[in-house]
């Protein structure tokens, strides 16, 4: 099955203009849908569900490719198999974050990576305190926002880290996964986000994420 050649016959141009238009015309689009992206990659994912080992060839064809749902298919892949992820595979997914960046994939590799840390808790200080520091911004959401899921198992310290180096700037997507990170933390520990919002000083963006719910 060429899944390549599977999706370039459902190309839809008039489909394409508005995925690419929504996406600030970043990016290429044939012009599928998510539903029909699934429908079409199902079969091909399921034949590779069973793999013992992430085929990096395939992930960085697809993110080669000038279509944006080739991305997509990469990342779909690298979901369906993120548990045979190993430590040293952060590096390709550094890459994957630094390339063809945008929140839909960069969200998707965040959450991830966020997989990846708790199997692999060594990588919060030889990769996460690192990419915090980073000048790339999409690295920095990563390491703000890993933890989404984590619950009681948040790492109260990296979060405060990674929210106080970073939350002095002007920078839609920065201010967004602040907030976005005290909003999901709240959840389980009200209190303790009350007070980091008391004691320092966040964008009204970040402040209005993260008070939803307390």
């Known amino acids: 099955m060429d899944i ?46 069973k793999d013992m080992y992430i085929d990096w060839s395939f992930v960085f064809k697809c993110y080669n490719m000038p279509e944006r749902e080739f991305h997509y298919l ?26 063809n960046s945008w929140w839909d994939s960069v969200d998707c590799l965040d959450a ?19 990419w915090i520091y980073s000048d790339n911004i999409w690295l920095k959401r990563v390491a703000i926002d890993f933890q989404l899921k984590y619950k009681e198992n948040t790492d109260i310290d990296i979060l405060s880290k990674a929210i106080l180096v970073n939350c002095n700037t002007d920078e839609f997507f920065v201010n967004k996964a602040i907030g976005w990170s005290l909003r999901e933390y709240s959840k389980t520990n009200k209190e303790w986000v009350r007070s980091f919002l008391q004691n320092n000083k966040l964008s009204k963006l970040s402040v209005k994420e993260a008070s939803k719910y307390i």
């Open 4 to 49: 390549f050649q599977t999706f370039y016959n459902s190309n839809d141009t008039e489909n394409s203009i508005k995925m690419s238009a929504y996406m600030k015309d970043k990016f290429h689009f044939l012009g599928i849908p998510k539903p029909e992206r699934a429908r079409l990659s199902k079969d091909f994912l399921k034949q590779h569900k």
């Open 74 to 99: 990469a990342l779909d892949y690298l979901l369906l198999l993120k548990a045979k992820l190993i430590s040293k595979d952060i590096d390709n997914i550094e890459k994957l974050i630094v390339t």
């Open 112 to 130: 991830i990576v966020g997989d990846m840390c708790l199997r692999y808790p060594e990588l919060k200080k030889s990769v996460i305190l690192k």
